[in-house]
């Protein structure tokens, strides 16, 4: 256990491929058993809590509990609060620098014209619909970026919040 809160662990054994997927797609891992590495590294740089991880002498379970960084905790419960900061500095402490640079053109096209569709997402960045998607999608779970409309006529607009 040493050695996994450290990060240096190798799979060895049967990987839930669900979770494994989800930290892919979210790029916090890949199939080099390199993802607990990379959590420990990204919340060290922001200065988020360490996860803990939890497992029998056996290892037939592993629960790992990663915890809420004090700073969103504050931030969000002033959300509604005007906040003189900017949706670009904030963004950069919510997400990580390579994703902040994948969703930066979103980001520019959404600040002058004030709405975005898929469609038109698709054309700024240059990417397939499923990365547009994921990218559209990545802007609206940190909450700043909200989406009306069916997935055939969505709309995507900086939130009023």
Sequence with gaps: ???????KVRARRYRNPKIGEFFKEIDLSEKKS???????????????????????ADRTYMITTIKIHERFEIDNKNFGQKNDRSLTEVLTEVLTKKNYDKVLP???????????TPQVAEMV????KSTTYRYLTMLVETGYVEVSGNTNNAVYQLSKG
């Design 34 to 56: 390199t993802g607990i590495s990379k959590i420990l590294r990204e919340l060290k740089r922001n200065g988020s809590p360490m996860p803990e991880f939890e497992t029998d």
């Design 106 to 116: 979103l980001l520019k096209y959404l600040d002058k014209n004030g709405k975005i």
């Design 125 to 128: 960045i240059k990417k397939s």
């Design 1 to 7: 256990m040493e050695k996994f809160a450290a990060g």
